[in-house]
T-cell receptor, first 112, second 114 residues
C-alpha cells in the first residue's frame, strides 16, 4: 500500500485565513517530502519540498513543517486566496530512486 | 517553450483496441514519467525513463508498454485496452537525478475504454 497518506480529504477555509493541510507518512527512509498543487483540469504543479533532515522550510506564502517523531508533514498557506483552490498532494522520495510516490490528495476550497 | 505536451487530449476506445499516447518536452530534461490518475485519487506511476533509450517499471506497469527513442519524446502504449484502464494519463519530466523532486506535468489525456 501507499506509505504517504492524508488526514482529511477536503478542507474549507475562509478567504484570507491561513490553511493547514496535513499528511502522514510511514517510510522513515524517505529523503525528501514534497507538496504538489493540482488545479481542476490541469496537471500537478510543484510547490515546495523539504529534505528529511530539516524541520521547516518557507516559500512564497507557504511553509512546510516536518515532524519526524510522529511522521507528520504539513503545508501552511498564508492568507488563502481564491486561486489556492485546488487538490494538494504530498509525496515522498528517496535519493536512490528516480521517482516520487504520491499520496491521495486533499481538496482545498475557499469560502468568500 | 511549450513545456510538456500530450497528444491526444481525449480518446475513447473499445475493449481490445490499441493506442499510443505521445508525450513531448522541449526543456531538454533527462527524466520522463507516465502516471495515471483515477477519480478522487492520487497519481500512480506506470513507467518512467531516466534517459534516452532506457525505461523502467513503476507501481502499475501491467497492460502498458513505453519507449524513449528520442530524449524529448516518451510514448505510452496500450496493446489491448481494458475498461480498468479508463483514467486520466499524465506525463511529466524533470531535469536530472539531482532535481527530480520538481516534475513538470503535461495537461493530461482523458481515456475512456468501453
Amino acid at each position: 500500500g501507499e506509505s504517504v497518506g492524508l488526514h482529511l480529504p477536503t478542507l474549507s477555509v475562509q478567504e484570507g485565513d491561513n490553511s493547514i493541510i496535513n499528511c502522514a507518512y510511514s517510510n522513515s527512509a524517505s529523503d525528501y517530502f514534497i507538496w504538489y498543487k493540482q488545479e481542476s483540469g490541469k496537471g500537478p504543479q510543484f510547490i515546495i519540498d523539504i529534505r528529511s533532515n530539516m524541520d521547516k522550510r518557507q516559500g512564497q506564502r507557504v511553509t512546510v513543517l516536518l515532524n519526524k517523531t510522529v511522521k507528520h508533514l504539513s503545508l501552511q498557506i498564508a492568507a488563502t486566496q481564491p486561486g489556492d483552490s485546488a487538490v494538494y498532494f504530498c509525496a515522498e522520495t528517496y535519493s536512490s530512486a528516480s521517482k516520487i510516490i504520491f499520496g491521495s490528495g486533499t481538496r482545498l476550497s475557499i469560502r468568500p | 517553450n511549450a513545456g510538456v505536451t500530450q497528444t491526444p487530449k481525449f480518446r475513447v476506445l473499445k475493449t481490445g483496441q490499441s493506442m499510443t499516447l505521445l508525450c513531448a518536452q522541449d526543456m531538454n530534461h533527462e527524466y520522463m514519467y507516465w502516471y495515471r490518475q483515477d477519480p478522487g485519487m492520487g497519481l500512480r506511476l506506470i513507467h518512467y525513463s531516466v534517459g534516452e533509450g532506457t525505461t523502467a517499471k513503476g507501481e502499475v506497469p501491467d497492460g502498458y508498454n513505453v519507449s524513449r527513442l528520442k530524449k524529448q519524446n516518451f510514448l505510452l502504449g496500450l496493446e489491448s485496452a481494458a475498461p480498468s484502464q479508463t483514467s486520466v494519463y499524465f506525463c511529466a519530466s524533470s531535469p536530472s537525478q539531482s532535481s527530480y523532486n520538481e516534475q513538470f506535468f503535461g495537461p493530461g489525456t482523458r481515456l475512456t475504454v468501453l
